[in-house]
């Protein structure tokens, strides 16, 4: 259904993996200022910090846990630590010496960590199933990481801005997809779950007579644009999308997840931002471009790939797509350099045995370059803006005098009918006033 919806919208139209949530002293100061606007979070500009900082990091909370055993906070910034630079295994056996500790621990913050032990520990599950090749023949990690998650959701539904929950819906897509897709690409695309994206409420196809279903009705707004997205959002509690799955790229490693950005891109479609979700689109591209690869798309060439992301933004009028791949470039290269000057500074300080965790004056003289000036995007000429409002001025150039001559002949006949009640009165008025005068002969 969803391929013939975008089938029907091309016919009308007028023109990696996924990751997961870590939990250590980085996610805190993060969720204190909040996660980046949605543009950063497509583009970039959002902090990643390079291996020396972990590794810095690590080094000292070894000594601090052979000194501090019970240090639980210390459990889960050297296991995170161990993730970012690639060591899974060592991060899982640190999250089980915690869950040895917090068995015998009197803490007053025991709840909470709890939750942190199980959201962490599911985390590395996944990466290690992730980084050891994603077989499906073995999916024991992927099961675990399962368990895991879903007990750290049901001990704090909310935090983490929501992005849990995300994060195990896209490992139950992962874990159970849905063969037999009934399209023409079944053929050439093996293990194709029914479901596009783990974004999915799984409505029923039922539907009364006459009426699309609840499923069609998801899938216009969500793979098209058309329709009423931010209901259905609401209706499916994928209210908070955005935020949880902006929190999966931001405190995750889901920068590089095809699969994440395809469900961000969607919830912006359901939320009829194309444009943002035509960001999406290039982002996208760019991924696969440099060698990256959804989930059940395996063996196929880029432009295919490409391809099936097609309905993102698919509102954007294709006379806009070489405008908006400008601006996206520039955005891109603005956020990169902004990166590249905040790892230069941070290496910098690193290598003369400073790190922020110790150093309170750490980042004095850090000068971050600003963002590219966006007032453009609010003038006419941004093509955001540029496009709506010549949307609307087409409208009124062939619309404005077709109304205005149907407004005219309502005029003229509403007119007509006057004058012709006020000569019909004048009749009856004449006829009443001969029969009343008084007969003189």
């Known amino acids: 259904m969803r391929w013939l919806i975008i089938g029907l919208w091309l016919l009308t139209s007028s023109s990696g993996s996924v990751r997961a949530c870590l939990w250590d002293r980085d996610t805190v100061a993060h969720e204190a200022s909040g996660i980046p606007?949605?543009?950063?979070?497509?583009?970039?500009?959002?902090?990643?910090?390079p291996p020396?900082?972990?590794?810095?990091r690590l080094s000292r909370?070894?000594?601090v846990l052979k000194r501090e055993p019970t240090n639980l906070d210390a459990y889960d910034d050297a296991a995170v630590a161990c993730d970012r630079l690639g060591d899974d295994d060592r991060a899982i056996l640190l999250m089980e010496e915690k869950a040895r500790q917090l068995a015998v621990t009197t803490s007053t913050t025991k709840g909470e960590q709890i939750y942190r032990l199980e959201a962490n520990i599911g985390t590395f599950y996944v990466h290690r199933w992730i980084r050891h090749g994603r077989h499906r023949d073995a999916m024991q990690d992927l099961d675990q990481a399962h368990g895991h998650?879903?007990?750290a959701i049901q001990i704090n539904p909310k935090a983490h801005f929501g992005r849990e929950?995300?994060?195990?819906?896209?490992?139950?897509?992962?874990r159970n997809p849905e063969d037999g897709t009934k399209d023409e690409r079944s053929a050439k695309l093996s293990n194709l779950p029914t479901s596009e994206s783990f974004l999915d409420p799984h409505w029923s196809r039922e539907s009364k007579s006459g009426e699309s279903s609840k499923e069609d009705q998801w899938n216009m707004a969500a793979f098209t644009g058309f329709g009423s997205g931010n209901d259905m959002l609401v209706e499916a509690h994928f209210e908070d999308a955005n935020k949880g799955l902006s929190g999966l790229i931001v405190l995750g490693n889901a920068w590089e997840s095809i699969d994440v950005y395809n469900a961000l891109g969607i919830a912006l479609n359901l939320e009829n931002k194309a444009t943002l979700s035509h960001f999406v689109r290039l982002r996208i591209d760019e991924l696969i471009d440099d060698g990256a690869t959804p989930f059940f798309y395996h063996g196929h060439s880029k432009s295919e790939m490409k391809e099936n992301f097609a309905y993102l933004g698919a509102m954007v009028s294709k006379d806009r797509y070489d405008v908006l791949a400008e601006l996206y470039k520039s955005l891109r290269s603005s956020a990169e350099k902004w990166q590249r000057n905040r790892t230069a500074f941070m290496e910098g300080r690193l290598r003369q045995g400073l790190h922020p965790d110790t150093d309170p004056q750490f980042w004095d003289g850090y000068h971050e370059i600003p963002r590219p000036p966006l007032t453009t995007l609010r003038s006419f000429r941004d093509p955001i803006y540029f496009g709506i409002f010549w949307t609307y001025a087409v409208d009124l150039i062939f619309l404005g005098p077709l109304a205005f001559f149907v407004g005219y002949l309502i005029f003229k006949i509403i007119r007509s009918v006057a004058m012709l009640r006020r000569g019909s009165n004048t009749v009856l008025d004449g006829k009443a006033t001969t029969s009343s005068k008084p007969n003189r002969q």
Not at 39 to 46: A, E, K, Q, S, Y
Not at 52 to 56: A, C, V
Not at 165 to 174: G, K, N, P, S, T
């Open 37 to 49: 606007e949605i543009l950063d979070v497509i583009v970039g500009r959002f902090e990643r910090n």
């Open 52 to 56: 020396l900082y972990y590794k810095m």
């Open 61 to 63: 909370l070894e000594g």
């Open 149 to 151: 998650i879903s007990t």
């Open 165 to 174: 929950r995300y994060q195990l819906m896209a490992i139950d897509w992962i």
